[in-house]
């Protein structure tokens, strides 16, 4: 992987990242207010499902 196909894929993610509490930051707030009340394990197990979706598709398009 090149350097510059990295600092672009970091871009989008802020990018992707960012769009969600510009448009909505009560929506936002309220998401992560409600996240931070889950266990630890639900966490982790939101976190291992996005990770393998991000596989996933890395696989798909590759």
Same mark, same amino acid.
């Given at each position: 992987?090149s350097?510059?196909?990295?600092? $672009?894929?970091?871009?989008?993610?802020?990018?992707?990242? #960012?769009? +969600?509490? *510009? /448009?909505?930051?009560? &929506?936002?707030?309220? $998401?992560?207010?409600?996240?931070?009340?889950?266990?630890? #394990?639900? +966490?982790? *197990? /939101?976190?291992?499902? &996005?990770?393998?979706?991000?596989?996933?598709?890395?696989?798909?398009?590759?």
């Amino acid at each position: 992987m090149s350097g510059q196909l990295f600092w $672009t894929a970091l871009a989008l993610l802020l990018i992707v990242e #960012g769009l +969600i509490p *510009f /448009i909505s930051p009560e &929506g936002w707030r309220r $998401t992560v207010t409600q996240i931070a009340r889950l266990r630890d #394990g639900q +966490i982790r *197990f /939101i976190g291992l499902g &996005g990770v393998a979706v991000g596989l996933l598709l890395l696989w798909l398009v590759d």
